[in-house]
């Protein structure tokens, strides 16, 4: 089958890449683009570890078909970071040792990137909420909850 | 393997495509069809998309809703018009499932999936979908019977009528919170006469391989009021004509053993 020329944003860089029919997002960012950071954890849409923005909404790039983004805007764990400056969220992973393994980190961070940026001070219940889609397997999730309430507290996710 | 991908502008050139292609298989948001993929799903080699807004339409008039098949769980969340179905959509999936999930998709969810589905069948929804002979309307009922032979058309909407407060109830089972796959799911809609239940319909989820209904819990409450004998008596029938999978949430047995549990503490108004 013919490879098929996609052209998008990823974290406010143009990119374009080559796709196979049937490719999913996560192997256009991971294989196309050469963004590591969405992970292959279930295929399945069980697990969140691939969990993007598209166009500021959380979906997992593993059951995205590569071609549906097509002119919009994929957002990345990997792009949240400025310069050398950390995304508060991911100094509040740091800090609260909200990271064992790290699988699911980059996943845990979007999700929690978008429930932020839509509810900028959520409840405890609203953070459990936020991140239902994302399975950890380490943690135990308190590490985590504590992590995005801290930067709701702070404000840190109208800074960033 | 690669599949080809196909993108059509509308509807009905996107049926044609399917019933004259072999092995084409139509996408809506993707968390069934990539998930097929992903797990090395040969059985379609085309995949078919439609890029048309009226699929994500949500309409109201007079009393009847009408859902386009390609509007989102997280959709159905942001509508007030359709916050009957909130709990139900709610009850599916994280944040970024919602944002894919679709209505129509989740007609074709196999159980222990397909809560949408259950309370659409509560609803007595009407499913429109497009052939390549034209558009048909179908009661849900019909559609989830024939859903695998229903190659070749493309589900447009779905509507209903909307149901008066306090009629419509659901309930998720999971084992896993707040996000877990059902152990059972119920919706049940019970417009009542003279505070008698006239034309109950109760749906379940994850008690056959499709979203069936409970006839014979129906029946018996039919004319009854929600006290404890008429809950009783339906309770007392509500596993009859299920027939639930074992799978890594529950077992048969255990499905059908709580069936009635579930259903006593959904008719008396009981939180989940």
């Given amino acids: ?160 | 393997m690669p599949v080809s991908v196909k993108t059509f502008a509308t509807v009905p050139e996107a049926a044609s495509a399917l019933s004259s292609e072999r092995g084409a298989r139509y996408i809506g948001g993707g968390t069934l069809v990539m998930r097929a993929l992903n797990e090395g799903d040969l059985s379609f080699s085309t995949i078919v998309r439609v890029q048309d807004r009226n699929l994500s339409a949500v309409r109201a008039s007079g009393g009847r809703i009408s859902i386009g098949a390609g509007v989102t769980l997280a959709q159905i969340l942001r509508e007030r018009d359709l916050n009957f179905l909130h709990a139900v959509a709610r009850s599916i999936g994280g944040p970024a499932v919602r944002n894919m999930a679709t209505v129509g998709g989740n007609l074709f969810a196999a159980a222990p999936f397909g809560d949408l589905a259950v309370a659409l069948l509560a609803l007595d929804a009407t499913v429109s979908v497009q052939g390549g002979y034209g558009v048909r309307d179908m009661p849900v009922e019909e559609f989830l019977a024939g859903r695998d032979r229903a190659g070749g058309s493309v589900v447009t909407s779905v509507s209903f009528e909307r149901p008066s407060a306090e009629a419509f109830r659901y309930r998720k089972i999971a084992r896993v919170k707040p996000k877990g796959a059902s152990v059972i799911s119920l919706a049940v809609h019970l417009p009542s006469v003279g505070g008698r239940v006239s034309g109950a319909r109760i749906a379940y989820g994850a008690m056959a391989p499709t979203a069936i209904r409970a006839k014979s819990a129906e029946r018996a409450l039919e004319g009854r009021m929600l006290d404890d004998a008429g809950i009783a008596a339906a309770v007392a029938v509500a596993a009859e004509g299920t027939s639930p999978p074992t799978d890594a949430i529950a077992s048969t047995w255990y499905r059908r053993e709580v069936a009635g549990v579930h259903l006593r503490r959904l008719l008396l108004g009981q939180e989940a």
């Fill in chain 1, 1 to 160: 089958m013919a490879k098929t020329a996609l052209q998008f944003r990823h974290n406010d860089r143009e990119v374009a890449v080559f796709v196979e029919g049937g490719d999913s997002l996560l192997v256009a960012l991971r294989d196309g683009v050469g963004d590591h950071s969405p992970k292959f954890g279930c295929g399945q849409g069980g697990c969140g570890a691939c969990t993007v923005l598209i166009d500021g909404e959380a979906h997992l790039a593993c059951l995205t078909l590569a071609e549906t983004v097509a002119g919009r805007s994929v957002q990345t764990a990997d792009g949240l970071k400025t310069g050398p400056t950390l995304h508060p969220l991911q100094t509040a992973f740091m800090e609260n040792f909200a990271a064992q393994c790290g699988y699911c980190t980059p996943g845990m961070l979007m999700a929690a990137k978008a429930l932020l940026d839509h509810n900028p001070n959520p409840s405890r219940q609203e953070v459990i909420e936020g991140i239902a889609g994302n399975i950890c397997r380490c943690t135990g999730y308190e590490p985590i909850i504590n992590a995005i309430l801290s930067v709701a507290a702070r404000g840190g996710a109208l800074r960033a």
